[in-house]
């Protein structure tokens, strides 16, 4: 009996150092090849949006990279569970991305301006458990001549 609640305590030990070192929380950083991405309107908003201008025929590369925030220390790029950019494909054409090697942690997309006008384009991600959303919120003008 008296090892069994020795055995006990040890695992009771070891099971609250594994939650220790269990992430506190997780996310997604979003930047921008192409355009200067503004600040977010409203960190705390349901679905932060940021805004970017664009002219016709320009792309604009974006990216979601996963962020895992372990408890007492920084941030740290995580693989996502799932990540997927919505456009408006009237907007938009889909370029092919540069070859090259493939960051697990990012989720990428570029995108060439098709028209003027203003559009929005939505990141839907999951990591560890936590659903993020963000819309980047495009206008695109005539190109200057």
Do not use: C
């Not at 996963?66 to 997927?84: F, H, M, N, S, T």
Request: aromatic share 6%; net charge positive; hydrophobic share 45%.
């Amino acid at each position: 009996m008296f090892n069994l609640k020795r055995f006990s305590g040890v695992l009771a030990a070891v099971l609250m150092t594994a939650g220790i070192a269990h992430a506190s929380g997780a996310g997604f950083t979003l930047s921008a090849v192409g355009a200067t991405l503004g600040k977010v309107e409203d960190e705390n908003a349901e679905i932060p949006k940021y805004r970017v201008k664009l002219e016709v025929g320009q792309t604009l590369t974006l990216a979601a990279q996963g962020q895992v925030i372990p408890r007492g220390q920084p941030a740290q790029p995580g693989e996502p569970d799932a990540a997927a950019w919505l456009f408006d494909d009237t907007a938009f054409t889909l370029e092919p991305l540069e070859k090259g090697k493939a960051d697990k942690t990012k989720s990428v997309i570029a995108l060439k301006a098709a028209k003027a006008g203003q559009t929005r384009v939505r990141f839907v991600g999951n990591i560890l458990g936590y659903e993020r959303k963000f819309d980047v919120m495009v206008e695109v003008v005539a190109a200057k001549k």
